[in-house]
């Protein structure tokens, strides 16, 4: 699978936009991405996956460039419980293989 | 989204002792699922795969004897820490996989185990 470069850690204002951004220069064209999120203590959660298409759910939005080397993860008005490290995966068949992910930290 | 629920949440046990944790997909049938472990201020590490009647896949480095898995229904998967001793404590999460028809298919992650060898 296709390796991920995140920011380690990023800051956002409660209330506004968090855009996450995510590196895969190397994705293949069968490779989707994933994201996820753990809140401390407490199992990863699934939140959206896209293969090139923009994708948009109740959670957030997943913006994929047209030549699918990077991607964006918006949480489009973050709270104090969107504080969490954030996973980028990308995978084809494979298992979900956990980089270190970025730490979103949503202060009042 | 489809639910994976983890039990016990915690647990103690003393050196030597051993530990089954139970996984489980409530909404959804997992023919795959996975067994993960995370220690502190660490990512989660991939254990073993478990496919649902056949024999687990352990990862390298990963003790099959140690780490016990049973997959034996779509809904369940246990993993019994045998003789565990401390180096054994850690945050042991499950997930299911669920397969959808647009060709990709997603993980769904339990609460986690929190283990704690004396």
């Known amino acids: 699978d296709a390796k991920t470069t995140q920011p380690p850690s990023m800051d956002c204002a409660e209330g506004r936009a968090a855009n996450l951004p995510c590196n895969h220069s190397t994705i293949s064209g069968n490779e989707y991405v994933y994201w996820y999120r753990q809140i401390h203590s407490q199992g990863p959660q699934y939140i959206i996956h896209?293969?090139?298409n923009n994708e948009t759910n109740e959670m957030a939005s997943l913006i994929i460039t047209e030549d699918r080397k990077s991607s964006t993860l918006i949480l489009p008005h973050a709270t104090l419980r969107d504080t969490a490290v954030y996973y980028c995966i990308v995978r084809g068949y494979s298992t979900l293989t956990f980089g270190k992910g970025t730490m979103l930290l949503v202060s009042p | 989204g489809a639910v994976v629920s983890q039990h016990p949440s915690w647990v103690i046990c003393k050196s030597g002792t051993s530990v089954k944790i139970e996984c489980r997909s409530l909404d959804f049938q997992a023919t795959t699922m996975f067994w993960y472990r995370q220690f502190p201020k660490q990512s989660l590490m991939l254990m073993a795969t478990?496919?649902?009647?056949?024999?687990?896949?352990?990862e390298q480095g990963v003790e099959k004897d140690k780490f016990l898995i049973n997959h034996a229904s779509l809904t369940l998967s246990t993993l019994t820490v045998t003789s565990a001793h401390p180096e054994d404590s850690s945050f042991y999460i499950c997930s299911a996989r669920d397969r959808v028809s647009s060709g990709a298919d997603t993980q769904y992650f339990g609460p986690g185990t929190r283990l704690t060898v004396l």
């Open positions: 478990s496919n649902e009647g056949s024999k687990a896949t352990y």
């Open positions: 896209g293969l090139k």
